[in-house]
């Protein structure tokens, strides 16, 4: 099927023109809207995309042994990428999920906690609790500046405050990657990964913002979502604006050749379509797709802080048996009242944490993640 694209400000006599140059079987793939102007002159502007060969079926039957052998091609490269996905789903989905052992000890932790500490590390323990940090794993966090109190024999805080105490805890149990600094030159590339809605492409956008505002980088931006006509809409306009260059690709192929013309760019930044960390198939596509690359990446996987910690961990996991996940990106902070998966994911998972996103503004909304920024959010600075 070959697509032409037609456009101007009048929808009726753009569809018109459509018609009379490729004929009545044309159809309407979709269309895009875009206002043009300054306020109150705005006009709209259409740019529909037209199906040129409509009747593909009638194509096949009456059309020439060219045609046949296109079909013919595309069938061939069809079946070799189902193969390449079944391939890598088969490789994947059977890896065992790396949970460590003190995640499920199934103990009343609340009878173990009290047992063991007194004073204000059982307050401080009960606070991060109530931040919706897991027990386990606040226990750890706070062991790390306590001692021994010789008159209740149970461990106590030796910190002046709790913010010191915090500090040196998750300075300790907790990694962090620290902000991104692509080197100009080095070609860095970044992977956005994760479920679908936990915010990749607005968090994309605010990073390339960064890239390009504050560092001054040359950055490019390629997108695997080719699933909704929405996203490539969204992935223009958002590079519209920063003007930096946008490229939509759909397998390893593209991947390929978007990569090697991107020789001068500092940072490429791959935003990639979200899906159930349940569908493996759908994860083994965007593996295939990103094989095409020929360049080391780095992949940032999202996910929301509102998640249940336990979910939370699924994706991390099933995410990990697929893609060589480098760091955790938290989003929509603004959105819960218990931020406790700030310490719960990276504790558990062993993974490094980035960034957290704090609501929907491209490019204030973001922090980089480190044991002050989550001290200050924990004690509710
Ligand atoms: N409140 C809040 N909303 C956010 C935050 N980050 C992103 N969003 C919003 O979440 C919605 C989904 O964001 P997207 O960036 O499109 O999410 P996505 O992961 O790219 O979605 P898919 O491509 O459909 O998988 C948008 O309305 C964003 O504005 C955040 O930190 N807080
Ligand atoms: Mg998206």
Request: glycine share 6%.
């Amino acid at each position: 099927m070959d697509v032409k694209v037609y456009e101007g400000e009048d929808f009726e006599s753009v569809v018109e023109k459509a018609k009379k140059e490729l004929g009545e079987n044309a159809y309407i793939l979709y269309y895009e809207v875009e206002k043009r102007g300054i306020p109150p002159f705005r006009k709209k502007y259409f740019r529909v995309f037209f199906s040129v060969n409509g009747d593909d079926n009638q194509k096949l039957e009456g059309g020439s042994s060219q045609d046949i052998q296109k079909v013919e091609r595309e069938i061939e490269e069809l079946k070799q990428l189902v193969s390449e996905i079944k391939d890598v789903v088969s490789n994947t989905s059977n890896v065992p999920l790396p949970v460590p052992d003190h995640i499920d000890s199934g103990v009343s932790l609340d009878k173990e906690i009290l047992t063991e500490f007194a004073g204000d590390a059982v307050e401080l323990i009960q606070h991060l609790v109530k931040k919706g940090v897991k027990p386990e794993v606040a226990v750890e966090i706070v062991k790390e500046s306590c001692g021994l109190d010789i008159e209740t024999e149970k461990l106590d805080l030796n910190a002046s405050s709790f913010k010191e105490a915090l500090l040196k805890g998750i300075s300790a149990k907790i990694k962090f990657t620290g902000d991104f600094k692509p080197r100009r030159g080095e070609k860095t590339v970044y992977v956005f990964v994760g479920p679908t809605g936990v915010g990749k492409t607005t968090n994309l956008f605010k990073l390339a913002s960064k890239f390009v505002i504050e560092e001054d980088l040359n950055v490019g931006i390629i997108t695997t979502d080719t699933f909704k006509v929405a996203a490539v809409q969204q992935v223009r306009e958002y590079a519209h604006v920063l003007n930096v260059p946008y490229f939509v690709v759909s397998d390893s192929k593209k991947m390929r050749e978007v990569a090697e013309k991107l020789e001068d760019l500092d940072v490429i930044l791959i935003d990639t379509v979200g899906r159930s960390h349940y569908d493996y198939w759908r994860l083994g596509e965007i593996k295939v797709t990103l094989s095409g690359l020929n360049v080391p990446f780095n992949v940032l996987l999202l996910l929301s802080c509102n998640y249940e910690t336990s979910e939370a961990i699924e994706v991390i996991n099933r995410y990990r048996s697929f893609f060589p996940v480098n760091s955790l990106f938290l989003t929509k902070l603004d959105e819960t009242s218990k931020p406790g998966n700030l310490l719960n994911l990276p504790f558990i998972s062993s993974l490094p944490l980035s960034y957290v996103s704090t609501g929907q503004r491209v490019p204030e909304d973001l922090k980089v993640l480190s044991p002050e920024t989550i001290t200050d959010i924990l004690l509710g600075k």
